[in-house]
């Protein structure tokens, strides 16, 4: 077996410090008793108890949440047709413009992305609210989503399918029963993807946005904008605590349908 | 016959609903501003003008193109406020990708070379930061950086005197690099860990000494992954918003936060849409490039 050399050993210890220290920082000064960062007053779950009693914070939680679940399952759907569409359908006329659609929003700056559709609803004369945020999220994540499930749809073994075909099986039947279950931790980890991505966009939220539809991530902003507030910290370290668990769900998900990626098989 | 005809009449819908979708969503919305950036700022609802009048038919579609005119795209081109903040972005973006690449090869480097169990507890532990929300995380940094922040608590340890790291831009150089850090680190892992290792035991078997060994093998070798690494994450960046506008101070004005104060500050929706079309035309080149590798790489796996 390989043994990592002292260098490698060090890159990856840094690394994995830069990119943990912050977080652990953030969640450590959650459960400060004292308001200032400067001082140590103890542990104390006192910002966690403010936060139940914080009615704008948990009616923005709520709304969040309510976007994600919408914008996630909508995602979830339209992003695994968009891969069958470019893994199972073979040619179709437009396919290199449909596939450059489904990547050119992951990289584009947010500020346009927002901008544009924030323009479209002006344009149609909609009322902006949870629903004009909910398609934005939508049009963003199920591109990831389209991402992860045609990534796998390109690795999986193709034989089954077609041997159910040859067997005169029909194609949504084909679908059901032997595409979908090959895809299904790809689609559940994308679902999730979907989730948190919603539940953390703050710039798009914001041009999208109407009266009565602020998101979690806009009240956090607007208060971190003026400083540091212990029960910021406290809704932060709830966040990361949901996403962490969703993210090892995840990912066990993925492995339980793959055996051969299974990391402690020895 | 009949079967057929369902079995393409689903498999048209598997196409047409995202399509639709797209279209609708992105690509329409793209045009829109496209046509907003040729109009007028005007105190209406909605705040600019000419609006396409369809009922009014052809004379209406003819009133709207005389109404379009590059105003504000003048505009952009007359004051050297937005040819700064475009400069500044480009500026941030290199450099901070630049950053990147220094310091993901060796973390992507040393994944890539760990026992095969351990890379994909490896490979969580960098995406999980990704997944945790940008905007806490940007956050996390300010708890760091402000005045009697730990960072400055920690430098005096050491002996060296507290400065203000909030409002700087180190501090934005910062926020980037840890934010952006997992788009470098995963495409670089992809590509070493790729790497066929029978390359390097045959330049050791021909005298290679290693380290010459990683410069001219592993290194040419890994260069896609530096390039997929390095466009997710300078296209982002170039537009980036909240990281400047969090831990930056005035005098760091991305185009991005240019943008922000036109359209919310400002409510010049215009202006604010000119400024949008010229960053993708800034960034065409880049994107161009990154859907080409994208493409080379699809090919190859299929």
């Known amino acids: ?266 | 016959m009949a079967g057929r005809e369902t079995q393409s009449i689903g498999t048209r819908l598997v196409v047409l609903v995202p399509y639709a979708w797209l279209v609708a969503f992105f690509l329409v919305p793209c045009l829109i501003i496209l046509k907003i950036s040729l109009s007028q700022t005007v105190l209406a609802q909605p705040p600019y003008e000419p609006v396409l009048d369809l009922s009014a038919g052809w004379a209406g579609i003819r009133d709207f193109l005389a109404g379009l005119s590059a105003d504000n795209y003048a505009t952009l081109a007359g004051d050297t406020l937005y040819l700064a903040s475009y400069l500044k972005s480009l500026e941030v973006a290199a450099l901070s990708t630049a950053l990147l690449l220094v310091i993901g090869y060796p973390v992507a480097y040393a994944m890539a070379r760990a026992p095969g169990r351990i890379q994909a507890v490896l490979v969580m532990l960098v995406i999980l930061p990704f997944w945790t929300s940008f905007l806490i995380r940007v956050y996390a940094w300010i708890i760091i950086l402000q005045g009697d922040g730990l960072f400055n608590r920690a430098l005096g340890l050491v002996g060296i005197a507290p400065r203000p790291w909030l409002a700087t831009d180190t501090a934005v150089y910062i926020g980037i690099v840890y934010s952006y850090l997992p788009f470098m680190v995963l495409p670089l892992y992809a590509t070493l860990q790729k790497l066929d290792e029978a390359l390097l035991e045959a330049a050791a078997d021909l005298g290679c000494p290693r380290r010459k060994a990683f410069w001219t093998v592993t290194l040419p070798l890994s260069l896609p992954g530096a390039v997929a690494g390095g466009l997710l994450c300078f296209i982002p960046i170039v537009g980036e918003f909240v990281i400047p506008d969090l831990l930056g101070g005035s005098q760091t004005i991305m185009i991005g936060q240019t943008l922000w104060t036109e359209f919310f500050a400002n409510r010049d929706w215009p202006v604010a849409s000119a400024i949008a079309i010229v960053l993708l035309c800034v960034l065409v080149g880049p994107i161009a490039a990154f859907e080409h590798m994208r493409l080379r790489d699809a090919r190859r796996r299929s």
Not at chain 1, 185 to 196: D, E, N, Q, Y
């Open chain 1, 1 to 266: 077996m390989r043994r990592l050399s002292a260098i490698n050993l060090t890159a990856l210890a840094l690394g994995l410090a830069f990119l943990y220290l912050p977080i652990a920082v953030l969640v450590l000064y959650s459960f400060n008793a004292s308001r200032l960062v400067a001082v140590w007053g103890g542990w104390s779950v006192r910002w966690y108890r403010e936060l139940l009693r914080d009615d704008a914070i948990l009616d923005a939680a709520r709304i969040s949440i309510g976007i994600a679940l919408v914008s996630a399952t909508a995602a979830t759907v339209l992003g695994t047709l968009a891969a069958l569409a470019l893994t199972r359908v073979g040619r179709f006329r437009g396919r290199a413009a449909f596939s450059a659609m489904i990547y050119a929003p992951l990289v584009m700056p947010e500020v346009i992305t927002g901008l544009s559709l924030l323009l479209l609803f002006v344009a149609l004369g909609i009322d902006r609210g949870f629903w004009t945020v909910a398609a934005a999220h939508t049009t963003l994540t199920m591109c990831f989503v389209a991402v992860v499930v045609q990534s796998r749809l390109i690795d999986a073994d193709r034989s089954l399918e077609e041997a159910a075909m040859d067997l005169g099986c029909p194609p949504f039947r084909t679908f059901l029963f032997v595409t979908l279950p090959v895809a299904a931790p790809a689609v559940v980890a994308g679902f999730l993807l979907a989730f948190s991505l919603s539940l953390d966009d703050l710039v798009i939220a914001t041009f999208t946005t109407g009266p009565g539809a602020t998101t979690l991530p806009i009240r956090i902003y607007s208060a971190v904008r003026l400083g540091v507030k212990p029960e910021i910290n406290a809704v932060c370290t709830v966040m990361i605590s949901c996403v962490a668990l969703a993210v090892v769900a995840a990912s066990l998900l993925t492995r339980a349908g793959d055996p051969a990626k299974k990391p402690f098989a020895h």
